[in-house]
Structure formats: structure tokens, C-alpha cells
């Protein structure tokens, strides 16, 4: 089984939790960006495949089997054969039918799970593509048009049809991103500590899933910005001798060698990742006891969302319903 590719998008990959446990050997996490969305979108399918995850820009693509289809995470201009596909709602598509994602409206990184999950090999642990190492995912790289993505069969893959969530992850008014102090803030004096937080900062047109770059004001380190390298968190912000810090991503390298004044905090990764080059970020400080107490906080409520959706799903009945018409119309055409 296998989907068709006809049009990559911008910047589609494989991903899911990514390379959780293997810094130590030198392997990039990796992953989802909105790592919220994903379980969400992963939980409302029904399966524990991994996703595409499409920037900003969407796949076009054509199924070759009867299929299932979920979009989570940045809301998409999606069109299903040329019909307006519902956000975060399990949709019933027919062999030779079309997905367009087309661009986001809402967000930046969507996340498309199918009913027959997506098959390819399993690197250190996980389906993740990391393009820089060309490791995981399919072939290692981005999408690109003509390839075939393989699939699993899975015989309850209709199980999900009309499942639905109203849940919002994206923040679209919040631009406010929280940070705790990183391993070398005392190399920053107190007017880099206060101007990281005083002025908004730009997402660069050269951002990346490897690093946000920002353009704003300047926060040097007291000395050099050059460091014996060690291992480096998700989330950190590094600032080269320029003073332009740099948030580092999912597809980060293990080990760095500038001065990290920062770390943004877990919880407000996902928010980040919803964020186009050209949008505004605010700066927060918190405490390190305060960025886990809200984090625990979130994940228990989020844990229970997603209990809710097995449990006692919301449906959408039109998708219920242009199901249930064309299993008629099968039906009626064997007669």
C-alpha cells in the first residue's frame, strides 16, 4: 500500500516523537515540532504511526487505497478533491481521491496522519527524519514529487471516521514565549539579561527545524561567545559573538560551542513551532520551579483531553454521513 506524492510542498517530512535517548550517541532528537498537535492528531486517527509534517505549505497528494486522513496541528486551506477538508476531523477518502493541503491559514507545521499508517524503517528508535544526517523518515529527506510513501494495512482504519476535536494548540494571539536561565548566564551582563526580554524579537526568513534565528536587539555575552563545546538542550538559546541569538530546534546538533544565555521552556516549544518567519516573539522570564509546574499542570489537562477523545469522542456527522452514502452506493451498485 502507498500514497502518492505530487506536489512536496514546502518542507514535508516524516516525524514523530523523534530520537528520544540517543544525544549521548551522537543522534539528533529530531521529531515533531508541535509535539501537542501531533499526539492529538495521533490519538484522533487511532494508530501510532508516525505523521508528515507539512511547513507552512502543504503536500498535494493521491491515494492508490481506500484510506483515513487527519490534519492537527497549523490549519491548512486542505481540499479533498476540491472540497474544504475539516481541521482535527477523521476523514474517509476513496482510492484515486486528492489531497491538496495548500498553504496554512493558521499556524505553521500541520501534521497529516492516516487511517493505514505510514511504513518505513525505524532509525535508533524512531521514524523521524533528520534531513541534515539524511537519517530516518523516507530516504532521509524531504518529500518531493513522485515518491511513493508506503503504508501498513490496518483493517480497522474506518474505526475513527467523524472523530473530531474543537481543541485550539495554536496560540495564534500569544507571543509571549517563557524562558528560564541557561548554562551560561552569568557570561551575560544584566543589560543582555534585560534586553532579551524587553523588545520583541523576529523569526528570520533563515530559520529551520535545526534553529530559529532572530533578528532584534543585540545581547552579547560579557567575553567571547566561544565555549568548550558540550552537550546542548532543546530549546536553548545559543548567541554567537554578534549578539543574534539563535533558539535551537528539534533537528539541533548534540554538542555546541556558543553561549547559551537561555532555555525556552517545554511547554512553549509548541507555540514557538506554530510561529512564521516575519512573526514577532516576546521574551519571559520564569523561574525553573515555575516552568515545571505549569508544564505538569498542562500535561496532566492534555492527558485527560486525549482520554476524552478514546473515550467519548465528539463526532462530526457530516463526515459520518458522506461515509455512510457511499457505502450505500457500493452496496447498491453489487446488487
Known sequence: MSIRIQKPGLFSTIQDEGRIGYQKDGFSGAGALDIYSYCLGQTLIGNDGPAIEATIIGPTLTFL????IVVTG???KAELNGEPVPHQTVVQVYKGDELAMNAAIKGARGYLFFGHPID???VAGSFSTHTRTKM???EGRPLKKDDFIHQKLNEQYRKHVGFTSELDLIHETTDTIRIVEGPQYDSFSDESHEGLVSEPFEISEQSDRMGFR??????PPKESADIISEPVALGSIQVPNDGNPIILMNDKQTVGGYTKIATVTQ???SVLAQKK???KINFEWVSIEDAIKDLEEYNNGFEDILKDVETEPLFDLRELRITSNRICELLEGEQ
Open 65 to 68: 487505497e481506500d484510506d483515513t
Open 74 to 76: 497549523a490549519e491548512f
Open 120 to 122: 518505513v524503517p525505524e
Open 136 to 138: 530516518g523518515g523516507h
Open 214 to 219: 532572530l533578528k532584534g536587539p543585540s545581547v
Open 267 to 269: 511547554l512553549d516549544l
Open 277 to 279: 518567519p516575519g512573526e
